[in-house]
Structure formats: C-alpha cells, structure tokens
C-alpha cells in the first residue's frame, strides 16, 4: 500500500541557507501536517493543511512557510537556517470524516544544518 | 490546558517478560487516542486507535485500554522481543480539531 512519502531522506545545509522538503500524502488523503522532532525530543506539531487551505500552526518559526498544492503534496520552506533547525521533518497525512482517523506519518527528512 | 503525560519515561525489561505503559490525558473533549511505536531516527508507527466508546484492542502483542472516565490509557506488551526496543508515544487528539497532542513518551529497552 501506498506510504507518505517525503523527501529528501537526508539533507545538508549552513546556517543562513535555506531548505525545502516535500511530503507527497497517501492518496486521496485531503490533510498534511508536519512535525519537527529535535534530539532526543518528541515531535512538535509545526503546521497542518486541510483542502490545501491551513488549518493550524502550531510552533513553526516565522522563518519557515509551508504550502499545500493542488496535487495534495505539500512542501516546507525553511529560511535563514540555525544549529537549531537541525531535526527531524515529519509529514503525516489523513483523510478527514473517516471513522478510522487514517493518520499515517512519513519516514521523515533528517535535516542538519552546520 | 490539552496535556497527555506517559509515564514511566524509561523502562528496562528482560526478554519474554509483558510490561505495561501509562497514558493520562486531559484532553477536552476527547476524539481518539493513539498509540505509536518509534524506532530511534524513525516515523512513529501506529499500533492501536482508539474512540470514546472502546475499551480494549489489540495488535499482535500490543493490546491497549481506554478509560474515558479516568482518562487514562495503558499500553500491554505481552512477551516482549528484543525488536520491541523503541519509543512508544500517546497520541490524542481533541474533537473538532486537526491538532494532535503528544505524550512525552516511553523509551523501552528489552534485554536479551
């Protein structure tokens, strides 16, 4: 069965630069939200996107941005990099009105940023 | 405030030996609660679901309770395996929202 999908797996990048990672939902899954989990932390909700609209923030920095396409795929935009921004990037996705609550999460995108 | 608390935060255990993991909430009003399984540098996986109106379901080992009354929810892992070795998080979310909120998570370590 088809997973979310994410990419890149892994990233690389210097203080001040940016990033974008991509989340390619289950289809037909209508909701996108991303989760940053630092080391040795649990994932902290950044944003969600429902019909491509946003319907949540959660602690994202203003120096990030996030988007839902028209194909349901959404991507993360992440602006003048710090240490701290070194995570990892998780993307889960669902269908809203199921009776299961279908929520499955990517494998996420490690992002370290020296 | 919406909080989700798992406790222990460690556990140690023996291979074969079952253990049981907290979960306590005062999430409002509550939607579901889920149970994931977390390898070290992964997505968390999802072992159980949960709505109001259940009590008990099991996955293989795994086999969850729910209390709506006391808003409390526990994790069984029966005949653990060395593979069990992860983060287990308790994951509930309130009705009428997209947010999702997580518990601080149990990290588990079998020893063979």
């Known amino acids: 069965a088809a997973g979310v999908i994410q990419s890149p797996r892994h990233l690389i990048k210097e203080k001040r630069e940016t990033a974008t990672l991509k989340c390619y939902p289950i289809p037909r899954h209508d909701t996108v939200y991303w989760y940053q989990q630092g080391p040795g932390q649990d994932p902290q909700f950044l944003i969600s996107f429902y019909e491509k609209m946003q319907s949540d923030k959660g602690s994202i920095p203003d120096r990030f941005s996030a988007q839902q396409f028209s194909d349901y795929h959404s991507e993360l935009n992440m602006s003048s990099l710090e240490l701290g921004d070194s995570a990892l990037y998780f993307c889960a996705s669902s269908l809203q009105g199921t009776k299961n609550y279908g929520y499955t999460f990517g494998s996420g995108t490690r992002l370290t940023v020296v | 405030k919406n909080q989700v608390e798992q406790s222990p935060q460690s556990l140690i255990i023996l291979e074969g030996k079952n253990c049981t993991l907290q979960?306590?909430?005062?999430?409002?009003?509550?939607?579901?609660l889920r149970w994931y399984k977390q390898d070290t540098g992964r997505g968390p996986v999802s072992l159980t679901i949960?709505?109001?109106?259940?009590n008990t379901k099991s996955n293989g080992r795994y086999t969850a309770t729910l209390d709506a009354d006391t808003k409390q929810s526990s994790l069984h892992i029966t005949a653990s395996q060395l593979s069990d070795s992860a983060s287990y998080i308790c994951?509930?979310?309130?009705?009428?929202?997209?947010?999702?909120?997580f518990g601080t998570g149990t990290r588990l370590k079998v020893l063979a």
């Open positions: 979960c306590n909430y005062t999430v409002s009003p509550f939607s579901n």
């Open positions: 949960m709505t109001f109106s259940e």
């Open positions: 994951v509930v979310s309130a009705h009428g929202t997209y947010k999702y909120i």
